[in-house]
Nanobody, 121 residues
């Protein structure tokens, strides 16, 4: 069974930094795109940053220049370094991974359980 386990939740002051990690575990063949999404109170879940297996990245406009996504393919882990945090970054952050459980099966999207990030003003 595939699991995505997130870590790095926290409460920080505006202007501070936080690093989130997400490790995929279980039995699977390969992971393609990994990413981070967030959902603020009363809001929909939105993409924050995504990264392909080859390292190509895409960011939401609201986090460009402040957040950096990276991954370690050997560890099946994706990271999100968040700098210059703002109160509007407060949200539950969810890890996402598209992976194939076997060579012959199509990719499927998996989600972590979510980790809370709170930025105080």
């Amino acid at each position: 069974q595939v699991q995505l386990v997130e870590s790095g939740r926290g409460l920080v002051q505006a202007g501070g930094s936080l690093r989130l990690s997400c490790a995929a575990s279980g039995s699977f063949f390969s992971i393609s795109t990994m990413g981070w999404y967030r959902q603020g109170p009363g809001k929909q879940r939105d993409m924050v940053a995504i990264i392909t297996r080859g390292g190509d990245t895409n960011y939401a406009d609201s986090v460009k220049g402040r957040f950096t996504i990276s991954r370690d393919n050997a560890k099946n882990t994706v990271y999100l370094q968040m700098n210059s945090l703002k109160p509007e970054d407060t949200a539950d952050y969810y890890c996402n991974a598209n992976l194939k459980q076997t060579l012959g099966t199509p990719s499927r999207s998996y989600w972590g359980q979510g980790t809370q990030v709170t930025v105080s003003s």
